[in-house]
């Protein structure tokens, strides 16, 4: 049975960072790209950033040079530096494979605010 346990995310201030965690558990990690999602209310979810099996990276716009995704695929674990958080990051954040999507985990909530 799939498992995406997301964590890291809490209420951090305008301009501070986050370390997010996913730990994935059965089902394939190598060879397949994972991404990072974000959803925000009565909003769909949206990827934020991929990271393939070579470790080359793609960002949406809105997180480039702020974000920076990472994988260890000794862990099976894929990983979101956040940096220079603004309140429009405030969102639960979701990591998942690009294909063939195994069930969503519950997600880690990321708040911004002062």
């Known amino acids: 049975q799939a498992r995406l346990v997301e964590s890291g995310g809490g209420l951090v201030q305008p301009g501070g960072s986050l370390r997010l965690s996913c730990a994935v558990s059965?089902?394939?990690?190598?060879?397949?790209?994972w991404a990072w999602y974000r959803q925000t209310p009565g909003e769909e979810r949206d990827w934020v950033a991929v990271?393939?099996?070579?470790?080359?990276?793609t960002y949406a716009e809105s997180v480039k040079g702020r974000f920076s995704i990472s994988r260890d695929d000794a862990k099976n674990m894929v990983f979101l530096q956040m940096n220079s958080l603004t309140d429009e990051d405030t969102a639960v954040y979701y990591c998942?494979?690009?294909?063939?999507?195994?069930?969503w985990g519950q997600g880690t909530q990321v708040t911004v605010s002062s």
């Open positions: 990271i393939r099996p070579d470790t080359s990276t």
């Open positions: 998942n494979r690009v294909i063939s999507r195994p069930p």
């Open positions: 059965g089902t394939t990690f190598t060879g397949y790209a």
